[in-house]
Structures are given as structure tokens and as C-alpha cells.
């Protein structure tokens, strides 16, 4: 055929002839007609081995490949059966398409980027395909890196953490490679068996190299870290840290906020009908209905403060220099982290004294 080859890289194929293209006017869909080339016929659809001709199996079927501009393309061809040695009868290989499939490799492939780039909801819309084929996608092409590609491979600097789903009922074991900013393993559960079960896989020999893991204070990660990478240095990791001083932060906000709670109680309560200007003075309530709302101006990073937050946060600095000064603490200390190396240790030192 003319320009088969224009036709391979726009399609994205190997290692097959095309026989023709047509476009098929009911179904606005441009149709590659294909086969295999020589080499790659008679093989296993699961092992890939040269193997005796069956039958013609179920006759012509299609693969949805990847748009080609704004119109929708599939590739036909034939898929005759194998009698494999130790796979039995199973549909024939094809260079462009996994075993038993409906798309391309390179309709696969793009969907599992995606799938990491985007949400899910944008995948099935933007590819027109099932919420449910977007699982199967990329488990197969996981499947596929997993089989090339060890994760585990030469990891030195790990984070170990959890996360929730659910609504916070179910949890997830996370690990992190820090040296290559990658998520490497994760698994149902956050206890110390969970934990157990990633050192198993990664075995005697590459826990030791393992130097440094970072996690928050959670005992069972401790243990079990304690236990398979007695070498390893363990630190705290920076978002941990500085949410325990926010915590901290918090508690010195909540007992300002009693103390004029307990002030307001001894006040007058406000009369109902007589004019605001002349109604007593009550320090307590304002104090303590300010207090209440501070929450969040204490919280944020300087940097992204509202007006009315800023103006909170100087009102505090004036009128409760305890709360304050336990602002400025957590302010310190996340300094501390976002400085980093050299500077980051001498403002820590400073930060201790
Ligand atoms: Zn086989």
C-alpha cells in the first residue's frame, strides 16, 4: 500500500503490514485494515512462542487506536487461534495490542498517563471510554512495567507514611523513594504486618542499604523500621513536625480563648432594647468571639493571609503577647524547613535556644 508507512507512525504500529484504510461513513470511524508481519504471526497471545495454527478463531475483530485529529480510529485485522505447548488453544499474539484487549498499546499507554496526570472522571471523558476500562488499563499496563522495571531498585532515602480513604475508615501503607521524588509501594492497611510485608519484598540485602527513613511518630512504623534497618537513621519528616507545633499553636489559642471565656462570664449580659451606646464595656465576650475566629489566621502561612487576617494576627500580637510569641514558634520552625541545609540547621539551633 501507499504510504504504509505514514500510516504506521500515525497509528502508531509495529511490525505489521497495512492492508488498507478505509472510512466508514455509518460509524465515522477510519478503519486500518492490518496483519501481523511474517515474523510476528503463529505466536502465543500469552507467551508470545511460536506456535501451531489452530482455526480462524472468531473471525475478523477490531482495536480501538488512538484519534487520529478529530476522527475516531480502530485497526482490523484477523485473529486466528494457536495451539501453544503450554498455554493450550489461546487467540494469537498481535504486535499491537496486549493479549486480549480492545485497544492499542499506544491507546493503553496513554490512558495510564493520564490516569497519573489527571482524574479519573477526565480520563473516561476525554478517551470515551468506561470508568471500569480505566482500572483494567492500568493494571495491565502496570502489570507491564512491573514485569521491566524494579522499583525497589537501589532505593537509599525512604518516607514511610499513610494515607486515608473512605472518609478516613480505610488506610493505605505508603512508601516513598526521596532520592528519586517517586511514590514506589503502597498496600491496604497501616499496621506493623503491613509494614512488615514491603521489607520482605525488599529483602535482607536491600534493607541494609537503606540510610535514612523519614516517618512521623507512629510506633508501628518505628518498630518495624527499628527492627529490618537497624543502620538506617530515622527523622521526623518536615510536615510532621510543623503539625505538631500548629497543634501546639492550637492548644495556646484554645486556653486564651477560656481565659476570656471565663472573663466574659463574670461580665453584664446585654440588654435587650437599650442603645449600643450607652451598653457597659464587655472585654470578655469581644475578646473571646475574636479569639474563636483567630483559628485560621494563625494557621495560615504569613504569605497567603486574608486583610482581616493580617489585621487579627496584629491584634493578637498586641493585646496577648503568650499567643503571639506561640505563633512566632511555629512561624520559627517552619522557617526552619523551608530554608533548609546549613541555614536551615543554624536557625534550628537558634530555634532550640
Ligand atoms: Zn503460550
Known amino acids: 500500500m501507499r504510504n504504509a508507512r505514514l500510516w504506521a ?6 511490525h505489521s503490514c497495512i492492508e488498507r484504510i478505509e472510512y466508514d461513513e455509518d460509524e465515522q470511524l477510519l478503519v486500518a485494515h492490518v496483519r501481523p508481519s511474517r515474523t510476528r504471526r503463529g505466536r502465543c497471545g500469552r507467551c508470545d512462542r511460536r506456535c501451531r495454527g489452530y482455526d480462524q478463531g472468531e473471525g475478523r475483530r477490531r482495536w480501538r487506536a488512538l484519534d487520529l485529529g478529530v476522527v475516531a480510529a480502530v485497526l482490523e485485522a484477523e485473529a486466528p487461534r494457536v495451539s501453544c505447548p503450554e498455554h493450550g488453544v489461546v487467540v494469537a499474539a498481535v504486535p499491537w495490542a496486549r493479549h ?3 485497544h492499542t498499546r499506544a491507546f493503553d499507554d496513554q490512558v495510564a498517563w493520564l490516569a497519573v496526570q489527571c482524574s479519573k472522571t477526565a480520563v473516561t471523558e476525554l478517551m470515551r471510554i468506561a470508568w471500569r476500562t480505566v482500572g483494567a488499563i492500568i493494571t495491565r499496563v502496570s502489570a507491564d512495567i512491573d514485569a521491566k522495571v ?4 537501589g532505593l537509599r532515602r525512604i518516607g514511610i507514611d499513610e494515607i486515608s480513604y473512605k472518609r478516613g475508615h480505610r488506610y493505605l501503607t505508603v512508601l516513598v523513594d526521596h532520592d528519586a521524588r517517586r511514590l514506589v509501594w503502597a498496600a491496604p492497611g497501616r499496621d506493623k504486618a503491613t509494614l512488615a510485608s514491603f521489607f ?11 540510610t535514612h527513613v523519614t516517618a512521623d511518630a507512629a510506633d508501628w512504623i518505628a518498630t518495624v523500621v527499628k527492627e529490618r534497618c537497624p543502620q538506617a537513621v530515622r527523622c521526623a519528616d518536615a510536615f510532621h513536625v510543623v503539625a505538631w507545633a500548629t497543634d501546639a499553636l492550637d492548644q495556646v489559642r484554645r486556653q486564651a ?31 473571646a468571639k475574636a479569639l474563636k475566629g483567630a483559628r485560621y489566621a494563625l494557621w495560615k502561612n504569613p504569605e497567603t493571609l486574608t486583610l482581616n487576617q493580617s489585621e ?11 499567643l503571639h510569641r506561640a505563633y512566632l514558634l511555629k512561624e520559627g520552625l517552619r522557617h526552619v524547613f523551608a530554608v533548609k541545609g546549613v541555614e536551615g540547621k543554624d536557625a534550628l539551633d537558634r530555634w532550640l535556644s
Do not use: S, Y
Open 100 to 102: 486480549a484487549t480492545g
Open 9 to 14: 507512525g500515525l497509528l502508531g504500529i509495529e
Open 312 to 322: 487579627m494576627l496584629a491584634w493578637i500580637a498586641k493585646t496577648d503577647p503568650r
Open 257 to 287: 480563648w477560656n481565659d476570656a471565656r471565663k472573663l466574659a462570664r463574670t461580665e453584664p449580659k446585654r440588654a435587650v432594647g437599650r442603645p449600643a451606646a450607652d451598653a457597659p464595656a464587655r472585654p470578655g465576650h469581644e475578646r
Open 200 to 210: 520482605d519484598q525488599l529483602g535482607e540485602h536491600r534493607c541494609a542499604q537503606i
Open 150 to 153: 524494579d522499583r525497589l531498585a
